[in-house]
């Protein structure tokens, strides 16, 4: 008998690749070149071309069977002693590679991350706006995701409603910071006030309770600043990192997770990843991109297009009356919908060639997403789009 529950998650489609492939057939009656798409979070900036260098370097100089055989199951020890002497140096951090773990992008590093410190009935909490995916991600590990709610003024932490949720069942936290999809960058006061609490909640239940950081997005943070390092803030936090981002590589899938050897256990934790692959299949990552990813980790793609486009559209669409918490980093921006129903403002939205993903399924109705990683002559072209929408549906004010 064929599985009912993915069955059934047939019907649950991604909101965003909807619209996304909704945007495709708007653009045949209106043209490709009118089409807004703010849907999908693809990097849109060329990879650097120190990485493709060493791609080639590594293809011409390499055994076939070092480039593209099998990789050590918890990864190759001196991509993970490099990645290692890389955290230490940027963040003042003291990882060895015995504390990390190769994986397939940051969806496979919290594939395993969950599996690391939870059992079928145990809680993760999470904070709204968050990535939808957390709830199939966690869901189907037999672990429950419970979402805090929203704080809307700032997107920090709505540190009463976490506490009020904060149960015994309770054994992981779940952040994202930067954050998809507000763009927020935890402080760290916040940081520091959730490493506090959770200490607390630990001695009062009796019981180690986990952090968990989904940080694809480390690394593009606007005006001059640096997202502050998890791990610095509470000891038993587990990283789970992706270059996707950092490198514009989301198609290679490579990342890893880093346990912070404060935790007293990361070497057992990174050593037990290796059998959470063989029941989920996220074993091996390519050999090459691994050796490649080694001798570029210091590097990034051109991220400045993101702050730039995120410059352009807050200060245009404030100025069109738009609600905006001002991003700190990643390349989205969540404005509030000029409608309690941002369902039905999207759909207006599209008749002017704007693709824009309503919030529901973020945990915070009444919001709307945008992906501004595309090019920066589109995002000036589609201000028009917007003007024209708010004159048009909304009388020109909102």
């Not at 959770?198 to 968990?212: A, V």
């Not at 256990?265 to 050796?291: D, E, F, W, Y």
């Not at 991220?303 to 100025?319: A, C």
């Amino acid at each position: 008998m064929i599985s009912e529950l993915y069955k059934g998650m047939l019907s649950g489609k991604s909101v965003i690749r909807e619209l996304n492939e909704y945007a495709t057939d708007v653009s045949r009656a209106l043209g490709e070149e009118n089409i807004f798409d703010y849907s999908l979070g693809n990097p849109s900036v060329p990879v650097p071309q120190a990485f493709n260098d060493k791609v080639i370097e590594l293809l011409k100089t390499k055994s076939s069977i070092e480039v593209h055989g099998y990789s050590p199951s918890l990864g190759i020890p001196s991509v993970k002693e490099k990645l290692a002497a890389s955290l230490n140096r940027r963040f003042d951090m003291h990882y060895t590679a015995d504390d990390l773990f190769m994986t397939s992008g940051a969806a496979g590093a919290l594939a395993h991350a969950f599996r690391l410190v939870t059992q079928p009935g145990d809680e993760i909490l999470t904070f709204a706006p968050y990535f939808p995916e957390y709830n199939p991600y966690v869901n189907l590990t037999g672990a429950k995701l419970r979402v805090v709610p929203a704080n809307t003024a700032d997107f920090q932490i709505n540190f009463d409603a976490f506490e009020a949720m904060l149960g015994e069942k309770v054994q992981a936290v779940l952040i994202n910071t930067p954050n998809n999809p507000s763009g927020a960058v935890y402080s760290a006061e916040t940081l520091t006030q959730l490493a506090a609490l959770l200490t607390r909640k630990e001695q009062e239940y009796g019981h180690e309770i986990w952090l968990i950081s989904d940080e694809p997005y480390r690394e593009i943070v606007f005006d001059g600043k640096q997202a502050p390092y998890v791990s610095h803030f509470y000891p038993r936090t587990i990283s789970c990192y992706s270059f996707s981002k950092s490198l514009s590589l989301p198609g290679e899938r490579i990342g890893y997770v880093a346990v912070n050897p404060d935790s007293g256990v990361s070497k057992l934790l990174a050593t037990m990843c290796g059998q959470i692959s063989r029941g989920i299949g996220h074993n091996c990552p390519s050999s090459v991109i691994q050796l490649a990813v080694a001798d570029t980790c210091d590097l990034t793609a051109d991220l400045s297009v993101y702050e730039t486009n995120m410059n352009i559209l807050y200060g245009e669409l404030t100025k069109l009356g738009f609600e905006i918490v001002r991003p700190g980093g990643t390349f989205y921006m969540f404005p509030k919908s000029p409608e309690p129903d941002a369902a039905a403002f999207s759909r207006k939205a599209m008749k002017y060639g704007l693709v824009l993903v309503p919030s529901d399924s973020f945990g915070v109705p009444g919001y709307f997403r945008m992906a501004y990683c595309t090019d920066t002559q589109k995002v000036v072209r589609s201000l028009d789009a917007f003007g024209r929408l708010v004159r048009e549906e909304y009388g020109g004010s909102l």
